[in-house]
T-cell receptor, first 114, second 111 residues
């Protein structure tokens, strides 16, 4: 069974631009969560989508947004990029996102903002 | 104080040594994840456990929900075990899809 697929793997953008990252969850999984990983802050929760609805959101500015499609694939968008947005962005999929549901992570998208 | 704390932050070992990484948490986590991340690589889920012990090859994870503490053990460590190990869990309630993680433990195993 295919794992969680994130595209692209690497991305270089300029300050002020916007970027869209994609995550295809494991087949049958309806919950997709996004995380930002930086050396200083570790893994920080961005948001979670379930059945095309955002159910949970972390403490990130409104420049960070996302959506989920009917096939459970999810995208996240970062507008007006800042240097500090350089990070590894990971998505995780699970059956339903509940507290005892195992999460499976993708390889991540490494974003560099110059 | 972080909701999930790991110790040690850095760990260096010689090949063959027994390794223990600890994870303590203050939130109402009922199931804990252990993740492994190799340099430049993505994250692999090693275990999710809510009670007792789980074993996979040379890796063993234990958890005590009442004491809010979990440990990850590596027996007969090998240089390929060098990675960052991260623990975390879901606090339940309205924390849908949200895992709260520790800062990670950087493990280096020398041949």
């Amino acid at each position: 069974k295919a794992g969680v697929t994130q595209t692209p793997r690497y991305l270089i953008k300029t300050r002020g631009q916007q970027v869209t990252l994609s995550c295809s969850p494991i087949s049958g999984h309806r919950s997709v969560s996004w995380y930002q990983q930086t050396p200083g802050q570790g893994l920080q929760f961005l948001f979670e989508y379930f059945s095309e609805t955002q159910r949970n959101k972390g403490n990130f500015p409104g420049r960070f947004s996302g959506r989920q499609f009917s096939n459970s694939r999810s995208e996240m968008n970062v507008s007006t990029l800042e240097l500090g947005d350089s990070a590894l962005y990971l998505c995780a999929s699970s059956l339903a996102g509940g507290r005892n549901t195992e999460a499976f992570f993708g390889q991540g998208t490494r974003l560099t903002v110059v | 104080k972080n909701e999930v704390e790991q110790s040690p932050q850095n760990l260096t070992a010689q090949e063959g040594e027994f390794i223990t990484i600890n994870c303590s948490y203050s939130v109402g986590i009922s199931a804990l994840h252990w993740l492994q991340q190799h340099p430049g690589g993505g994250i692999v889920s090693l275990f999710m456990l809510s009670s007792g012990k789980k074993k996979h090859g040379r890796l063993i994870a234990t958890i005590n929900i009442q004491e809010k503490h979990s440990s990850l053990h590596i027996t007969a460590s090998h240089p390929r075990d060098s990675a960052v190990y991260i623990c975390g869990g879901n606090a339940g309630g309205t924390s849908y899809g949200k895992l709260t993680f520790g800062q990670g433990t950087i493990l280096t195993v020398h041949p």
